[in-house]
């Protein structure tokens, strides 16, 4: 029996020894537990399938289950939806059975117990009624060995699995496996665990929710460790702390306790103890399946990680779409200064005031010739009345005289003060009809009515390239018009879309720190709103709401106003994400005001004196907990790494982070979990020395166990969350999502908890970073990066700087759902060696471990981070000031500094990269450049 609540500890005594208080403690559960069949309609999968797994626990013995022929071994696994004290199995055999078995049990789905082994099997048809014990909601049939004259495969009529509820109300311990212990606990709203070993440092989790059951795994676990647990269960507002449990892993599937002197367990209205996670020892080392446990579709087994998004999620409607007469495009627009093409300008990528208010357009093409009808019509909703002038659309570049100027301008016509519409059947630029294939370049002009309250009335649109029959598309400039025109479009090759269709089009007016700024080409009908009111959050201070582009003429966002502190590290979310680009370190001796240390004490949980994350900054009477900067750089073979001086408390353990660019972060939410576990490998099975994990992390709104993908450690699982956490710690400002300060133990001005920001803020802030747009990858036909590509797979990048990758059909913004994207990550944990590695771990993660960074924008973030300036005054002159900054805390001043700093699982293409002539070694950066 493995199941131990501490109110069965009562009638034993102190002097029985653990083996008479187990077998005690069996007989008073099984004496008044109901077994019951628990497998009947259950979800059931198997490792191959040449007829439904699902037949096995139809209830119908005259349907079955059958493996592929001669496959061993071959197995079926039943989820029992929670975990069950079970007491026997029953197997109705078809004449093609298993001579050897084992019958195993899980409570995770991927680290499984032997419960039974059953040999001697002859072929025909028989019932096998195994007897066994444990606590466990997945149950598997292993076959191993076909009995002897089954020329077949594995073959069940009906599976039944016996057991009884598992008693935890009150807490337990359950094994899962020789060296994994997990405990449970049933109802609450918020349960915390919080148990040492060996006498070892007390960590504190927020228990992961299964259904109304709440549970937590504790690994590394060796025979005869003593574990020590109570739990902390928060119901309808009033905390309830339970009695420790004192108990002894075996090791070998059986328990050993012994019976915990405590007090009562105490109640409040409070939350009860901190839930701050532990520190990286308390982690899993398991990442992903790596294909282990696959279902019989070939699907990675998530064990017990919960999508972020699934069939049930409320999806907003399709940008594209196809009826009988028409393909139908639906997408936004935004207000620009002048047009895409004039780098004499440099004036078309950045924001104007009120950029929030009435400068967005909804537009829906619908284009009757992609089947067979001679119109394409385009209709376009404002919010604002246009003026009846100059409401221009204006279709089919010619670029005569200005790069701005299209054959078929006209005025639109006009339905009401919001509505109006442009519909054509001719191609004035081929002088013809128009005809599928047909490029129509168009950009909608914005000359608002007068009336407009705030911001002057007129300004222009987003240049977009249409092709007829296909949809929008990004593209760049090269070659004439049939007009002689100069820049004339084209469509860039699908291969260097970085960002599938989110991507925008190749750079033209010469902007070059105002790449990250920009909105996805396929922004949904009603989403170009949102995202500039998120915009505009992302850019106000917390402090007086004064946004920090041009401050006199846009007014303060009156929802932000006063929200910062009492401790923080800036007022606004642009302050460190400059441009939404990447930060840089500071010079020597100058506060690192846009890095967030992430601090411990020395067992990993918050440092009782500045919380889980260092903030310098302090308003409404709270002291500072001091500052860091850069003491000196230790330099050695070229490569430089910080030496850190604090001003207040130096933490034990701590972990530096500069902010990273902020693009493409919707795409790698979108991406589905399994194509994440899928190519994880823990063990590093096929033996190549790249042992990517997952790192599992947990919801902070719902308890749910996640996919980390966010963070330099893939700590955080969502979007949505990211921003909340780092409301919290990076700016103090509460959320619905973390309700409550960052505040170390022997803190005591940390001000109150509960939610500040609307929720309508950070629902717009999160829609805002989703749909960044991702620049085009560069330069893809040169001969240079071309090869570098190359390179740049043989060298072993490419292991964990996966190339390409599919987004999920579930995500909610349909711009994102379905996408074929070049992001060159895998999303996983990989350890890079002692040279990169900090003393303090993140969720799963350890010290040395990093998540693989995206590197789509790589070549771009130079210009982005270090600005532009103008030497000669006047249009046009603007030119980038590269500062280069990269790796999680910016130490490496080159591209080539940031390969050679790989080590660990790295260490191979470094080895790689240096094995190169400096002709490839120069191809390589040349292709990374041109991402």
């Given amino acids: 029996m493995r199941l131990l609540p501490p109110e069965r500890r009562a009638f034993l005594a102190p002097a029985i020894s653990l083996m008479t208080a187990s077998v005690l403690f069996v007989m008073s559960v099984t004496t008044q537990a109901q077994s019951t069949k628990l497998a009947t309609g259950a979800p059931v999968s198997a490792s191959t399938a040449d007829l439904p797994a699902g037949n096995a626990v139809d209830g119908d013995e005259g349907t079955r289950w059958a493996s592929a022929a001669q496959t061993d071994p071959s197995w079926i696994s039943v989820d029992l939806g929670q975990a069950y004290d079970l007491d026997q199995v029953e197997i109705y055999w078809e004449a093609a059975n298993a001579e050897i078995y084992e019958i195993q049990g899980s409570n995770d789905g991927s680290q499984w117990s032997t419960l039974a082994t059953q040999t001697g099997g002859v072929f025909g048809h028989r019932t096998d009624t195994v007897p066994v014990s444990g606590v466990y909601r997945y149950v598997r049939i292993n076959g191993t060995t076909r009995s002897a004259g089954n020329q077949w495969g594995y073959s069940i009529w009906e599976l039944g699995v016996y057991g009884s509820e598992a008693d935890c109300d009150n807490g337990c311990v359950v094994e899962l496996d020789g060296s994994t212990a997990q405990a449970r606990m049933s109802g609450g709203d918020i349960v915390d665990v919080h148990y040492t070993i060996n006498g070892g440092g007390q960590l504190n989790v927020r228990m992961t929710r299964d259904n109304g059951n709440w549970y937590h795994n504790i690994p590394g676990l060796s025979s005869g460790d003593v ?14 702390t339970t009695d420790p449990i004192q108990y002894t892993f075996s090791g070998q599937g059986s328990s050993s306790s012994s019976s915990s002197s405590s007090s009562s367990s105490s109640s409040s209205s409070g939350s009860g103890s901190g839930s701050s996670g532990g520190s990286s020892s308390s982690s899993s080392s398991s990442g992903g399946s790596s294909g282990s446990g696959s279902s019989s579709g070939g699907t990675p087994d998530l064990g017990d990680i919960v999508p972020l998004y699934d069939s049930d999620t409320a999806l907003e409607p399709a940008i594209t779409y196809e009826t ?73 570049y010619r670029g005569v005289g200005t790069v701005a100027e299209y054959c078929d301008n006209g005025v639109m016509q006009i339905v009401d003060q919001y509505n109006y ?34 911001g002057r009335a007129n300004y222009y649109g987003t240049t977009f390239l249409y092709i007829v029959g296909e949809g929008l598309v990004p593209w760049d400039v090269g070659g004439t018009t049939p007009f002689g025109g100069i820049k004339d479009s084209f469509k860039i090759p699908e291969r260097a879309w970085l960002g599938g269709d989110t991507t925008i089009h190749a750079l033209t007016s010469g902007e070059t720190d105002n790449h990250f700024l920009q909105m996805a080409t396929n922004v949904g009908y009603d989403n170009a709103q949102p995202f500039m009111r998120g915009r505009r959050v992302l850019h106000s201070s917390a402090v007086d709401g004064v946004h920090d582009e041009r401050p006199i003429e846009n007014p303060p966002l009156q929802g932000m106003i006063d929200f910062a502190g009492p401790h923080y590290i800036s007022d606004s979310c642009g302050s460190c994400h400059v441009r939404n680009g ?23 949980n918050p440092d009782p004196y500045l919380g889980s994350v260092l903030q310098p900054k302090a308003r409404n009477a709270a002291a500072s907990e001091g500052s860091v900067s850069i003491a000196y750089w230790t330099e050695q073979n070229g490569l430089r790494s910080p ?12 972990s530096a982070r500069i902010a990273p660019n902020l693009v493409g972060m919707g795409l790698l939410e979108a991406i589905a979990e399994a194509s994440i576990v899928a190519q994880a ?25 996640r996919l980390g993908r966010f963070g330099w450690k893939a700590g955080i699982a969502s979007i949505r969350q990211q921003l ?46 989703s749909l960044l747009g991702v620049r085009p990858q560069r330069d893809y036909d040169n001969a240079s990066v071309q090869n570098g590509e190359q390179l740049f797979v043989d060298s072993g990048c490419a292991a964990c700087h996966t190339p390409t990758m599919q987004t999920g059909q579930h995500h909610p913004l349909a711009e994102l759902r379905n996408q074929t994207i070049h992001p060159y990550t895998d999303l996983l944990l990989h350890d890079m060696g002692t040279g990169l590695a900090d003393n303090l771990g993140e969720g799963e993660a350890t010290g040395a471990e990093w998540r693989t960074p995206p590197l789509w924008g790589l070549g771009l973030s130079a210009c982005v981070t270090g600005g532009v300036e103008n030497p000669l005054g006047g249009q046009g002159n603007e030119v980038c000031t590269p500062e280069h900054s990269y790796l999680h805390d910016g130490r490496a001043r080159s591209i080539e500094e940031a390969i050679l700093w790989h080590g660990g699982e790295g260490q191979s293409s470094n080895d790689s990269y240096q094995g190169l002539s400096a002709a490839e070694k120069q191809d390589l950066l040349n292709f990374l450049n041109a991402l």
Avoid at 582 to 604: I, Y
């Fill in 324 to 396: 009988d007469t028409a393909l139908i495009t639906r997408f936004s627009d935004r207000a620009r200064d002048r047009h895409a093409k004039e780098d004499h300008f440099q004036a078309y990528d950045h924001y104007l005031s009120f950029y929030w208010e009435d400068r967005t357009a909804s537009i829906e093409i619908i284009d009757n010739v992609a089947k067979g009808g001679n119109t394409v019509r385009m209709n376009v909703r404002t919010q604002f009345k246009l003026s009846d002038t100059e409401a221009e659309n204006r279709w089919f």
């Fill in 724 to 769: 909340a956490r780092a409301f919290n710690t990076d700016m103090g400002v509460m959320t619905s999502v973390y309700p409550t300060p960052d505040c170390g133990s022997s803190q005591g001005d940390c001000g109150g908890s509960g939610a500040e920001l609307a929720e309508q803020h950070l629902a717009d802030l999160t829609k805002y970073i």
């Fill in 643 to 654: 030496n850190y001086a604090f001003t207040g408390v130096v933490p034990e353990r701590f």
């Fill in 421 to 454: 519409y442009k519909e054509r059947s001719f191609n004035c630029r081929e002088n013809r009809p128009i005809q599928v294939g047909d490029k129509l370049e168009f950009e909608i002009s914005q000359f608002l009515d007068a009336s407009v309250p705030n």
């Fill in 681 to 705: 490998d823990p063990e590093d099975s096929d033996g190549n020395g790249i042992s990517g994990r997952v790192n599992r992390v947990l919801d902070p709104e719902t308890g749910d166990t």
């Fill in 227 to 240: 574990i020590s647990v109570y739990y902390t269960k928060i119901d309808n507002g009033v905390g309830e």
């Fill in 582 to 604: 990447r930060a840089a370190p500071a010079p020597v001796g100058q506060p690192l005001e846009k890095w967030t240390f992430k601090v411990a004490d020395a067992n990993g």
